[in-house]
C-alpha cells in the first residue's frame, strides 16, 4: 500500500512483534491470526497491525521505507519512523 510516515505516535495502535526474525511474511501472518485488516513493519523488524486505514495513512506519505529488514535483508521492513503499509 506504501510507506507511511508515524511522526512522533505510532498509527497503527497494536504492536504484535519486534524481533531478528521479522519479515512481511511473519508480520501478515501475526496480523491474520490477530484479525487485522492492516499491517506494517518499521525499522526493520517490529510489526504493528489494526483496523483504520486512515490512522494508518494519518501524517502523510514518506519516502524512507528502506530499511532491511532484520531476518531477510532483501527485504525492506519499513524505516526509524516510517511504516511500511500493507493489507492482510
Not at 512522533?8 to 501472518?29: E, G, I, K, V, Y
Not at 483504520?52 to 494519518?58: G, H, N, S
Not at 529488514?69 to 503499509?85: E, R, Y
Amino acid at each position: 500500500m506504501g510507506c507511511y510516515s508515524i511522526s512522533q505516535l505510532q498509527a497503527l495502535p497494536n504492536r504484535l512483534d519486534n524481533c531478528s526474525r521479522m519479515t512481511s511474511f511473519t508480520c501478515q501472518s501475526l496480523a491474520v491470526d490477530w484479525g487485522y485488516t492492516y499491517f506494517a513493519l518499521q525499522a526493520g523488524g517490529a510489526c504493528w497491525a489494526g483496523n483504520d486505514l486512515a490512522a494508518a495513512q494519518q501524517h502523510g506519505p514518506s519516502a524512507d521505507c528502506s530499511t532491511s529488514c532484520k531476518a531477510d535483508l532483501s527485504q525492506t521492513c519499513g524505516g526509524p519512523n516510517d511504516n511500511a503499509l500493507y493489507a492482510t
